[in-house]
């Protein structure tokens, strides 16, 4: 699994995020917030599972499962799709900085682009109310498309 550094902004303690959504604190959301604030790259359930199991953190995967969903509810983390019928999942900023994420069509994984801003570039017609904007671009990752990995 690959090495995660945690990002450039100081985390709330997990204990406080989850007080202060109403919600029950659990060993398993603070070990996954925890797992998420640390990770420099939207993880994948698989992903925070193997986190969560190299610290020692007893779980099965529909807690693991509940616990990522309500964090998504609760808008402390965001759910990236990344083309291969699995989410990805990333703690949310403070500030809420709205990134574009690149997914690897070869070896799966998916990487913040901090510098690109996923923002709707064109005004929505009359009446339209823009949510939220996901920007998720595909291709092959430095590594994949410099090893030639998968490459068809």
């Known amino acids: 699994m690959p090495q995660h550094t945690a990002h450039s902004h100081t985390p709330v303690p997990a204990r406080e995020l989850i007080a202060a959504h ?17 990770a420099s790259h939207p993880l994948s359930h698989d992903e925070v599972a193997a986190a969560l199991d190299a610290g020692g953190i007893a779980h099965d995967r529909v807690t693991l499962y509940r616990a990522l969903e309500w964090l998504v509810e609760q808008g402390i983390a965001r759910r990236i799709a990344s083309g291969e019928r699995a989410w990805h999942f990333e703690i949310r900023r403070g500030d809420d900085h709205r990134h574009a994420h690149f997914h690897c ?48």
């Open 22 to 38: 109403g919600g029950r604190v659990t060993r398993t959301r603070i070990a996954v917030i925890e797992v998420l604030q640390a």
């Open 105 to 152: 069509d070869r070896c799966g994984q998916v990487l913040c682009l901090e510098d690109i801003p996923a923002t709707a570039s064109a005004a929505l017609p009359a009446g339209f109310e823009l949510d939220r904007a996901e920007l998720v671009l595909h291709g092959a990752c430095a590594d994949c498309g410099r090893n030639g990995v998968g490459a068809p």
